[in-house]
């Protein structure tokens, strides 16, 4: 047990102060303001006390914070705040403090459809000294990190500047950061002058480096923190489809998009929002995902995995993308049985025999139904099965929420009742996915899937669905079903995603790197999402990506690198894609040489 002295709290005149081993928070009566410090003093935020739940029918507001009540355990002292007027009946602010950080969230009862949730930040007007309006918290700090991978690649943005970490993303402006769906709900701050822009090298130990505007580098102290904020609860609570930063200059405050698709009849709570310290920002990660598992929200080991899973993977998307580029037409329509009978053809001759083989986009006449287009597969079972005898295992990839070929009850409608996706939360998709399931791992022998497109997770208001599960929530239900079906089907099926987030760690069993980026150096950003993976799923295996390439010399220096970060992944066969250069002796040498010493590391 916790000794009773590690978090203390003192009454002053005009506040209050609470210390613990970790930080120090400090209250004044006439500020609606808490200051968390680390425990030499060191100032990183002032936290506004009066948050807003605004509803479609109402922005929410604040115009008394009362002074707080103090509930003293062994383990910890808890803070809790009456707020007076808005639109809710009740609305309380609890400040749960213990020895290592801060766990906050806020208790509302009423009626009303969530549209923002604004924590730390929201409309006051309490206290005619300090004006009234939209208050935020103050940031001491001058950098956040956010892991999603975004365009530019940055580890670190301004404190003024916003960002998100969400479960959408495409091609579009602003809309670039599908990679991962979704990240670890983490930000990291921290105090530098020189404000130097984070670049993560292959070095997987110890401190990230930092690259200033100059080039400079320099290691992180062990005296140096981060502070973290990071959302801990169990994917039930996780209703929200975004966890925003929204900054500017010298404040800020954390706002979670409901889109006014979560209703309030009584009591609600928001999911909690922890802030602590930590080494570096995967640290900060790692301390997230283990409070997860503390706490029972997730899993994070779940059981050794099937030997074959870590064998390497043969994935035939950018092969389909060079057959394209000759040929013309669109990459999916390369996906025949024809082309990667070729392609394990060349493979072969190459003496490469990968573990795993991936048929990529689009081997399924519909999407939504995943029956397979026999024009391009006329003996898929047969296929499959030949590949079996030589040892090897087959994924199919899986679009998610693509309501190709859905029934309406089956999809989440527009206002014009026109499908947008699939609906996770209607039984009658939950029956057609299943009996897909099903049919692609029991009837054509697949072992498993590749699940890509988990970013186009519905979003926005007025989209309607059968039950109430929404945002990060919703996805998780998709692939729940997707992998309950499968392992009742085969109980070492493999269902591949891009999700490390702990609370996903029962809804899959590999993390797969996702695109890379070709406007960015490949060996930084790719570390930097094996880093973000290995901090948040531990125990899952990683698939490597390997597509699309800015150049042969990019593809061969990431080939090496490879099984570093995880298990090697090869999506060439003849020439990298995007400049057409074609794969020489000496390349197919390279993989030849990284199997081999990936597999004799693994005893296969």
């Known amino acids: 047990m916790t000794d009773p002295r590690q978090v203390s709290v003192e009454r002053g005149e005009h506040g209050l102060l609470v210390l613990s081993p970790a930080y120090r928070l400090t209250l004044n009566d006439d500020r609606p303001f808490a200051r968390l410090e680390t425990p030499g003093g060191q100032a990183f935020t002032d936290l506004f006390l009066a948050p807003s739940l605004h509803t479609t029918t109402g922005l929410d507001r604040t115009a008394r914070l009362h002074r707080p009540t103090i509930s003293e355990e062994p383990e910890a002292v808890t803070l ?40 730390f ?58 990679f991962f769906t979704p990240a670890p709900l983490v930000y990291a701050f921290q105090q530098d002058t020189a404000e130097p822009h984070m670049a993560l090298g292959a070095d997987q130990g110890g401190a990230p480096e930092y ?17 973290s904020a990071s959302i801990v609860a169990p994917v039930e609570e ?5 966890f925003h930063y929204d900054g500017q200059e010298t404040a800020f405050a954390f706002r979670l998009s409901y889109e006014g698709q979560t209703r309030v009849q009584g009591p609600f709570r928001t999911p909690t929002l922890r802030m602590a310290f930590a080494a570096d920002p995967y640290d900060a990660i790692a301390q997230n995902s283990a409070r997860h598992d503390q706490l029972g929200y997730a899993r994070l080991d779940q059981g050794e995995a099937p030997e074959w899973w870590n064998t390497p993977i043969q994935c035939g998307w950018g092969a389909q993308c060079h057959l394209a580029g000759e040929r013309g037409g669109r990459a999916p329509d390369q996906c025949t049985q024809e082309n990667y009978d070729g392609f394990l053809a060349t493979l072969e001759a190459h003496d490469l025999h990968p573990g795993i083989l991936v048929l990529d986009d689009k081997w399924s006449a519909a999407y939504g139904t995943s029956g397979v287009d026999r024009v391009k597969w006329p003996d898929l079972e047969g296929w499959i099965a030949r590949a079996h005898q030589r040892g090897q295992r087959v994924l199919l990839w899986w679009k998610a929420w693509d309501p190709e070929g859905l029934p309406l009850e089956a999809c989440v409608l527009n206002d014009l009742g026109e499908p947008v996706t699939a609906d996770p939360t209607s039984p009658v998709y939950e029956t057609v996915l299943r009996s897909a399931v099903r049919r692609m791992l029991l009837e054509y022998g697949a072992d498993g899937f590749k699940v890509d ?46 999700t490390p987030n702990p609370v996903f760690a029962n809804v899959t069993d590999m993390i797969r790197l996702n695109d890379v980026n070709i406007g960015q150096d490949v060996n930084d950003q790719m570390t930097h999402r094996a880093r973000v993976t290995r901090a948040a799923l531990p125990h899952h295996p990683v698939d490597t990506d390997n597509w699309p390439m800015p150049s042969l010399d990019a593809w061969r220096a990431y080939t090496q690198l490879q099984p570093q970060l995880g298990i090697p992944s090869l999506y060439f066969v003849s020439h990298v894609d995007s400049d057409r250069q074609a794969l020489t002796p000496d390349d197919y040498a390279l993989v030849r040489g990284i199997w081999a010493q990936w597999r004799a590391g693994r005893g296969q």
Not at 123 to 151: I, L
Not at 453 to 466: E, I, K, N, Y
């Open 80 to 119: 809790t705040f009456r707020l007076d007027g808005g639109i809710w009946t009740d609305k309380r602010l609890v400040l749960r403090c213990d020895e290592s950080g801060i766990d906050s969230y806020v208790e509302v009862a009423g009626d009303g459809a969530l549209a923002d949730v604004h924590l």
């Open 121 to 178: 930040g929201g409309h006051y007007n309490g206290q005619q000294r300090w004006g009234s309006g939209f208050f935020q918290s103050g940031a001491h700090f001058t950098r956040v990190f956010n892991p999603e991978p975004y365009q530019r690649e940055h580890r670190t943005i301004p404190a003024a500047q916003s960002t998100a970490i969400d479960v959408m993303g495409t091609s579009l402006p602003g809309k670039a950061h599908w």
């Open 453 to 498: 497109f988990s970013a186009r997770t519905p979003s926005g208001p007025g989209l309607t669905r059968h039950g109430t599960a929404w945002g990060i929530h919703l996805l998780h239900r998709l692939l729940w079903i997707l992998r309950d079906e499968a392992k009742r089907c085969k109980s070492d099926a493999l269902v591949m995603t891009h």
């Open 211 to 227: 690259h200033g505007d100059q080039g400079e580098q320099r290691r992180v102290s062990p005296a140096d923190r981060w502070l």
């Open 238 to 242: 996780l209703n929200f489809t975004s």
